[in-house]
């Protein structure tokens, strides 16, 4: 019986995803140890884990070296790989939001700079709202942006909002709410449509 191999984002994603699977009654703890090893596998040798930068469990998935993911819905959207996203897990909940200073009128009228690290969700909700935009991509804090005058606005998640008071800066309009998804490799779920159909439904079960 071939491995089902899980691809965990490394972090809090993680360690939410790992209650989850111990609701389904997958022994895991053997991945709260504190180790160097990339490719854990259970004591019944039924599943193998690999902890990755979180921006890159799609690719992994995609790619078909992992079975079934854990991935930011933000992640999905931004990256457009060619997955099935099955299920909505309810953790790890935010916001896609533009942010700015909240009396700049400039927020109000095309020909935008905005500093982001989603380029295409920005670029896809600005031409939804027919606005024109010049998307600046950062990878570090795009809440810098509007307060160096880089960027008029930003797009960015948004959990509690306090980096963003912290800053002067407020929320200026919501995208969508974000949350983190199981997420599984096409051919993956045809070959092993055995073990990954009831899994996903303990998975859906232990998160209702």
Request: charged letters at 30%; one cysteine or more.
């Amino acid at each position: 019986m071939s491995d089902i191999v899980f691809a965990l984002p490394k972090g809090r994603l993680a360690e939410r995803a790992i209650e989850v699977l111990e609701k389904c009654d997958i022994d895991c703890r053997f991945l709260k140890f504190d180790t160097r090893e990339l490719v854990l596998t259970d004591s019944n040798k039924q599943y193998k884990f690999i902890f990755v930068k979180p921006s890159d469990v799609t690719t992994y998935v995609e790619r078909g070296a992992a079975d079934v993911g854990v991935a930011g819905k933000d992640t999905i959207l931004e990256q457009n790989k060619d997955i099935y996203e099955l299920i909505d897990l309810k953790f790890g909940k935010c916001r896609m939001c533009v942010a700015g200073f909240e009396n700049d009128k400039k927020t109000s009228y095309g020909n935008l700079k905005v500093a982001t690290k989603y380029e295409r969700i920005a670029r896809e909700f600005y031409e939804s709202k027919g606005v024109n935009v010049d998307i600046i991509k950062l990878n570090g804090s795009v809440e810098l942006g509007p307060i160096v005058g880089l960027s008029d606005v930003i797009v960015d998640i948004v959990e509690s909002g306090a980096t963003l008071k912290a800053n002067g800066l407020t929320v200026l309009e919501e995208i969508f709410s974000l949350s983190a998804r199981l997420v599984v490799n096409k051919v993956s779920l045809k070959t092993k449509s055995e073990r990954i159909l009831p899994l996903v439904k303990k998975i859906s079960e232990a998160i209702v």
